[in-house]
């Protein structure tokens, strides 16, 4: 059980275009989703929180308006990079976590995104 | 000083071995603790939570909480060459936001 699955597991695109990225919970409603990147030989960093039907919550320094964070549904979140530029480029993980009070994050594959 | 902070590692062990992973938090109402284990170039995998003081066994693993000390270990018990990866200490103190560690690279040896 727990399982979260991110899609697309790679992606090139251009400097200047967008990127959507999908993340779903596939055998558990997602109270809570949470996405992160990490440079290389790096730790985690929370990007954004999200709960389904309100506006995500940014961790400081987190351009709301170039990550585009949707929490359509209780299994679905999605992260649209806007204007990619190559500084951009890294490994964006999402996670979901699904047990009120005990707050165990359960993480999707992630999605390496190279802007060119 | 850092919220959640582990031995920087590497940390080398010969297969069989036991490999002892330590974290320690700085904010006393924290609640929840997780270890997870990370592959290069993969995403992070929860091998362990615990919320309480003692130890929590899992097969080879044991967690093991102090929060008096601040203080979380995991321990792996017959390392194998597979164990071989980044292992991640995460606390939360309210709410469901998780506070990372910046990782122990563990590598076990044949």
């Known amino acids: 059980g ?4 991110q899609h697309p597991s790679r992606v090139i695109c251009k400097s200047g275009t967008s990127v959507k990225i999908e993340c779903r919970s596939l055998d558990f409603q997602a109270t809570t989703m949470f996405w992160y990147r ?16 309100s506006k995500a919550t940014y961790e400081q320094g987190v351009e709301k308006d170039k ?7 209780l299994t679905l979140s999605t992260l649209t990079v806007t204007s990619a530029h190559p500084e951009d480029s890294s490994f964006y993980i999402c996670s979901a976590s699904y047990r009120m009070g005990y707050y165990e994050q359960y993480f999707g594959p992630g999605t390496r995104l190279t802007v060119t | 000083q850092k919220e959640v ?4 590692g590497p940390l080398s062990v010969p297969e069989g071995a036991i490999a002892s992973l330590n974290c320690t938090y700085s904010d006393r109402g924290s609640q929840s603790f997780f270890w997870y284990r990370q592959y ?5 995998e929860l ?8 130890d929590k066994e899992d097969g080879r693993f044991t967690a093991q909480l102090n929060k008096a000390s601040q203080y979380v270990s995991l321990l792996i018990r017959d390392s194998q060459p597979s164990d071989s990866a980044t292992y ?11 506070t990372f560690g910046e990782g122990t690279q563990l590598t076990v040896n044949p």
Not at chain 1, 2 to 5: D, G, Y
Not at chain 1, 38 to 53: C, H, I, R
């Open chain 2, 88 to 98: 991640l200490c995460a606390v939360t103190a309210s709410g469901s936001r998780l």
């Open chain 1, 2 to 5: 727990a399982v979260v699955s």
């Open chain 2, 47 to 54: 091998i362990m939570f615990i919320y309480s003081n003692g």
């Open chain 1, 38 to 53: 990490q440079f290389p030989k790096q730790s985690l960093m929370l990007m954004a929180t999200s709960n389904e039907g």
């Open chain 2, 40 to 44: 290069s170039g993969k995403s992070p």
């Open chain 1, 67 to 73: 990550f585009l964070i949707n929490h359509a549904s």
């Open chain 2, 5 to 8: 902070e582990q031995n920087s």
